[in-house]
T-cell receptor, first 117, second 113 residues
């Protein structure tokens, strides 16, 4: 196990609702990245948090937002849920200087399975 | 062209054989490459990382990198049924001053007794 934890494990919501997913990073790690993995696809980068700020963002709309706390844990919030938001949401932690380059290795938590009805 | 491409499979090999998984990527500036294994319903688990051209061996696994050809591969020797999983190739790309992992869609490996 990686030491990265996520909650909840599973979640069922209806279209239009809002959801908050949580992640605790591995001890010693200061960066959290969030990914969405639809069935049969590879994980897609949503955004990354470093020092409590969004450090980069993938091609996801603004209704996907996040936070990072002083203890490096993180939240992913999704507003106005759509059916296509049904996926496995993965959190990955790493230890980084926050600058581009380097060889940051990311370790994944167990994921949260979100189903939108 | 996708940023990271893998054959979706399934790749079927007999127990004890060598499984060869391949991946190509588009960003010539990428410096870090990773292989993750993902069992059905579980999260990705890091198997190997490679940063320099050539081979890197870890137990039954060997990662190979050729930056000139923008090609990464993973060899699994003495394949076991427990190796049956989806293998994800991930490339660390630098974008806007930060690192992000770009994944292929994964290759499904089936090892049959």
């Amino acid at each position: 196990e990686t030491g990265v934890t996520q909650s909840p494990t599973h979640l069922i919501k209806t279209r239009g609702q809002q959801v908050t997913l949580r992640c605790s990073s591995q001890s010693g790690h200061n960066t959290v990245s969030w990914y969405q993995q639809a069935l049969g696809q590879g994980p897609q980068f949503i955004f990354q948090y470093y020092r409590e700020e969004e450090n980069g963002r993938g091609n996801f709309p603004p209704r996907f937002s996040g936070l990072q706390f002083p203890n490096y844990s993180s939240e992913l919030n999704v507003n106005a849920l759509e059916l296509d938001d049904s996926a496995l949401y993965l959190c990955a932690s790493s230890s980084t200087s926050g600058r581009a380059g380097g060889t940051d290795t990311q370790y994944f938590g167990p994921g949260t399975r979100l189903t939108v009805l | 062209q996708k940023e990271v491409e893998q054959n979706s499979g399934p790749l079927s090999v007999p127990e004890g054989a060598i499984a060869s998984l391949n991946c190509t990527y588009s960003d010539r500036g990428s410096q870090s490459f990773f292989w993750y294994r993902q069992y059905s319903g579980k999260s990705p688990e890091l198997i190997m990382s490679i940063y320099s051209n050539g081979d890197k061996e870890d137990g039954r696994f060997t990662a190979q990198l050729n930056k000139a050809s923008q090609y990464v591969s993973l060899l699994i020797r003495d394949s076991q049924p427990s190796d049956s999983a989806t293998y994800l190739c991930a490339v660390n790309m630098i974008s806007g001053g930060y690192n992000k992992l770009i994944f292929g869609a994964g290759t499904r490996l089936a090892v049959h007794p």
